[in-house]
C-alpha cells in the first residue's frame, strides 16, 4: 500500500471512530488497520509484552508515519489532543510502554487520544 492509500485509510478510520463513539486512539486504529491484533493488545494490556511495538505487524518508520497523519488530521479537523495514560490492567502502579525505545515524543504519540469536541452536540 502506498503513503496515499495508507494516508486516506487512516483518515477514514479516524472519522469513523469520532463519529461512533467521540474520539479515536491509535491503538484502535491500529488494530482496525489490521496491523495490531486483539491478542497481541490484551497481551500487552496485561503486562505480558514488553512494549506495543513488539506486537505489530508494522514497522517502526510506518508506525511513525501513522502515527503523524493523525495527529496532522486530528489538528486540521480541529480534534482535542488528549494524552492518555495506558496502565497494566487499569492498575496506576505500572505504567506501559508503546515503543521499544521509550522515547518521550514518540510515547507521547502513541499515547494520545483526539478528541472531537463537538461530540454529543450535533444532531
Known sequence: MNDKDLEK???DEM???IAERGYAAPADLLMALGYLDKGGYREWLEGRVP???KV???GP???LRLL???SAHAKKEGYKPS???YSKNGAPTVILRFSRSGNDVIEGQF???YIDKYWGLRD
Open 9 to 11: 485509510k487512516i483518515k
Open 15 to 17: 472519522e469513523r471512530e
Open 51 to 53: 512494549y506495543l511495538e
Open 56 to 58: 505489530l505487524r508494522l
Open 61 to 63: 518508520q510506518k508506525v
Open 68 to 70: 503523524a497523519v493523525m
Open 83 to 85: 494524552r492518555t495514560v
Open 111 to 113: 499515547s494520545t487520544h
